[in-house]
T-cell receptor, first 112, second 114 residues
């Protein structure tokens, strides 16, 4: 059974810092991995999707890497801003049929 | 281009009642999945619909059922509501089942069971 763990559970940083969020998964046989952002009480916004054959994806100040063999992914946020404050969720698709297994998220607070 | 639309946004029900939640997928998407997110937890997969059939199901009891219509919209029904069913219910749509293109999520329906 696939299990996804995210560390840390919560993170508080001053504006401008670069930061790394970690995601690990127990079954390395994944089809893809996706990072989402969730604002309080809201739905999920897709940030980056990495196919199993890829090593990383970039979008603006965000960079996500994938090491499938070790069961790890990281989300790197450069020059953090208060608007980045949210919960970040990692999810893996083990089959390609879009049944996602989520971690419990990292709650990020960026202070001005 | 409209994204995923869910209704209602909030709902309060009494234990034992039944509830129906609705979802309209993003234009062009044909697959709809439903997730339950308890407070402070990650979303849990309930089931997925494609071509009006339930194609995959998570570890949820039969009290949870669904339907997909010819226009790809979907409903989630929960019978005999329990206090533990209180959660944010998220609908996600995607393009082509099996292609792994990723999801578009709606804003969710907040269900409170009292």
């Amino acid at each position: 059974k696939q299990e996804v763990t995210q560390i840390p559970a919560a993170l508080s940083v001053p504006e401008g810092e670069n930061l790394v969020l970690n995601c690990s998964f127990t079954d390395s046989a994944i089809y893809n991995l996706q990072w989402f952002r969730q604002d309080p009480g809201k739905g999920l916004t897709s940030l980056l999707l990495i196919q199993s054959s890829q090593r990383e994806q970039t979008s603006g100040r965000l960079n996500a890497s994938l090491d499938k063999s070790s069961g790890r992914s990281t989300l790197y946020i450069a020059a953090s801003q208060p608007g980045d404050s949210a919960t970040y969720l990692c999810a893996v698709d083990g089959s390609g049929f879009q049944k996602l297994v989520f971690g419990t998220g990292t709650r990020l607070l960026v202070s001005p | 281009d409209a994204g995923v639309t869910q209704s209602p946004t909030h709902l309060i029900k009494t234990r034992g009642q039944q509830v129906t939640l609705r979802c309209s997928p993003k234009s062009g998407h044909d697959t709809v999945s439903w997730y339950q997110q308890a407070l402070g937890q990650g979303p849990q997969f309930i089931f997925q619909y494609y071509e009006e059939e339930e194609r995959q199901r998570g570890n949820f009891p039969d009290r949870f059922s669904g339907h997909q219509f010819p226009n790809y919209s979907s409903e989630l029904n929960v019978n005999a509501l329990l206090l533990g069913d209180s959660a944010l219910y998220l609908c996600a749509s995607s393009l082509e089942w099996g292609q792994g293109y990723g999801y578009t999520f709606g804003s969710g329906t907040r269900l409170t069971v009292v």
